[in-house]
């Protein structure tokens, strides 16, 4: 099991940028493909992004990229998302998630892929 802590979330203007963190404890962090999953009121829990083991794989719900970047950094135990060109439609609770991978090139999309979740962070997006 590994625990999962998420910061860098906060009330932003439409427009700006944001990254946030997801600090991991426990167990080998770069045994773990990791991700990143938003769900806003009264919404589901959904996809926005994925990585690998290695960072060298990633995934993302927009097929062309789209303004966010997931990445990590297996020295500091951290994955993170940089959320460019924010949208209110983004609002959201953001929480990431881990996956044991058995293979260094594997990402995963699905929930239920996923064993361990942090608490997650607020980003509200207004004017």
């Known amino acids: 099991q590994v625990q999962l802590v998420e910061s860098g979330g906060g009330l932003v203007q439409p427009g700006d940028s944001l990254r946030l963190s997801c600090a991991a404890a426990g167990r080998t962090f770069s045994s773990y493909a990791m991700g990143w999953f938003r769900q806003a009121p009264e919404k589901e829990r959904e996809f926005v992004a994925a990585i690998s083991r290695s960072g060298l794989i990633t995934s993302y719900v927009d097929p062309v990229n789209g303004p966010f970047t997931i990445s990590r950094d297996n020295a500091k135990n951290t994955v993170y998302l940089q959320m460019d060109r924010l949208k209110p439609e983004d609002t959201a609770i953001y929480y990431c998630?881990?996956?044991?991978?058995?293979?260094?090139?594997?990402?995963?999309?699905?929930?239920?892929?996923?064993?361990?979740w942090g608490q997650g962070t607020q980003v509200t997006v207004s004017s």
């Open positions: 998630a881990a996956a044991e991978a058995a293979f260094g090139s594997r990402v995963y999309t699905r929930l239920n892929d996923y064993a361990d």
